[in-house]
């Protein structure tokens, strides 16, 4: 079956760095997503990956992607008080995404 | 202002009435989705639609109709056989079949059914 996981709670403190793990069981996956979601609002796309890929850099945002392990990171870089949300990682098959149960990203000073 | 719009925000609803949550979009998207979101849990797809008046069955379909009448418009009926209602309630929409199939949210609709 198709499976996205992730922990659910991540502290930082402010301008260190914040990486969110995730795994995904379907080897077929073609892209992984990060999605933002601020609370009361609906998601927003951070950042995505080809499945061909193992990096992507956009600003303060590292995607890092081992398909052999099927595990998939993402780093923020200099994490500011803007970035407390929760984080969902998600993989696509076909026409469906698979989303993971989000992990909530709360920075303290 | 291209985007999806979902209204109202938050809805009330007594026990045993169906109601009704809207998802309007002017992006020109093909498809359009409803997602459930639960404390704790990720997404959670309900239906689907690829194209105007058809539309699949996600993975908690029971309890929830949908009808695609229109290509901007995607309205989702909870019904009284839904166990469970209360809840978030997301809509999404994206190009049909185009990499790098990107979903684009609204703002959401939390259902509180008493």
């Known amino acids: 079956g198709e499976d996205v996981e992730q922990s659910l709670f991540l502290s930082v403190r402010e301008g260190d760095s914040s990486v969110i793990n995730c795994t995904y069981t379907d080897s077929s996956s073609t892209y992984l997503y990060w999605y933002k979601q601020e609370p009361g609002a609906g998601l927003q796309l951070l950042t995505y990956?080809?499945?061909?890929?193992d990096m992507k850099q956009d600003q303060r945002l590292t995607v890092l992607l081992n398909k052999k392990d099927k595990h998939l990171s993402l780093r923020i870089a200099d994490t500011q008080t803007g970035d407390s949300a929760i984080y969902f990682c998600?993989?696509?098959?076909?026409?469906?995404?698979?989303f993971g149960s989000g992990t909530r990203l709360s920075i303290r000073p | 202002d291209g985007g999806i719009t979902q209204s109202p925000k938050y809805l009330f609803r007594k026990e045993g009435q169906n109601v009704t949550l809207s998802c309007e979009q002017n992006l020109n998207h093909d498809a359009m989705y409803w997602y459930r979101q639960d404390p704790g849990q990720g997404l959670r797809l309900i239906y689907y639609?690829?194209?105007?008046?058809?539309?699949q069955k996600g993975d908690i379909a029971e309890g929830y109709s949908v009808s695609r009448e229109k290509k901007e418009s995607f309205p989702l009926t909870v019904t009284s056989a839904q166990k469970n209602p209360t809840a978030f309630y997301l809509c999404?929409?994206?190009?049909?079949?185009?990499?790098?199939?990107?979903?684009?949210f609204g703002p959401g609709t939390r259902l509180t059914v008493t």
């Open positions: 998600a993989s696509r098959r076909a026409s469906k995404i698979i």
């Open positions: 999404a929409s994206s190009v049909a079949d185009r990499d790098p199939y990107e979903q684009y």
């Open positions: 990956i080809f499945s061909n890929m």
């Open positions: 639609s690829q194209i105007v008046n058809d539309f």
